[in-house]
């Protein structure tokens, strides 16, 4: 989806680097999302915000912190990059008002440590 | 969240209506059927949702059955370009976390 946008789209890094990602959005949504996703597995909830003052753990946190800088961007950093982090990595946005909460994806990330 | 269940793979004729299945016994009166699909690590697209009646929009159509325990995507004429991994998700509307569990989908291949 073309409103939300994920910077860069490859990035090959090597352990122990501290590594930014970075997400934006033109839909206007209040709630964004950072989901990773291994070969062959489904998405897995890193970090969430449902506002700029709100900011949750999913079920993998560890080793991964965000800022929500406004509410059109949500970064993921890793602070100390490590090869299991090696995945695609994608950021999504959805309505606070949406009572289906749909959730809408950017077009995701590729990170390889090494 | 209630749990899902789809077939593994599927193959559809290009231009014939894709039909794809999917149960969910166990959800409960607040949950959304939803359906997304992600074509080759791309980022996940949303398809189309569903509380209890049939939806239909530009994409598909969300057939669910009266008692709710399973629901068909059906893509009316399918193209090459809807080769893709289909996932059928249930979640309640009030979810804390807003998390969407993508299990494994169903890969439909469409061939000439």
């Known amino acids: 989806d073309a409103d939300v946008t994920q910077t860069p789209r490859n990035r090959i890094t090597k352990t122990g680097k501290r590594i930014m990602l970075e997400c934006s959005q033109t839909?206007?949504?209040?709630?964004m999302y950072w989901y990773r996703q291994d070969p062959g597995l489904g998405l897995r909830l890193i970090y969430y915000s449902f506002d700029v003052k709100d900011i949750n753990k999913g079920e993998i946190s560890d080793g991964y912190s965000v800022s929500r800088q406004a509410q059109a961007k949500f970064s993921l950093s890793l602070e100390s990059a490590i090869p299991n982090q090696t995945a695609l990595y994608f950021c999504a946005t959805s309505r606070q008002g949406d009572l289906a909460d749909t959730q809408y994806f950017g077009p995701g990330t590729r990170l390889t440590v090494l | 969240d209630a749990k899902t269940t789809q077939p593994t793979s599927m193959d559809c004729a290009e231009g014939r209506a894709a039909n794809l299945p999917c149960n969910h016994s166990t959800i409960s009166g607040n949950e959304y059927v939803y359906w997304y699909r992600q074509i080759h690590s791309q980022g996940p697209q949303y398809i189309i949702h569903g509380l209890k009646n049939n939806e239909t929009n530009e994409m598909a159509s969300l057939i669910i059955t009266e008692d709710r325990k399973s629901s068909t995507l059906i893509l009316p004429h399918a193209t090459l370009r809807d080769t893709a991994v289909y996932y059928c998700i249930v979640r309640g509307r009030s979810s804390n976390t807003g998390k969407l569990i993508f299990g494994q989908g169903t890969t439909l291949q469409v061939k000439p």
């Open positions: 839909k206007g949504h209040d709630r």
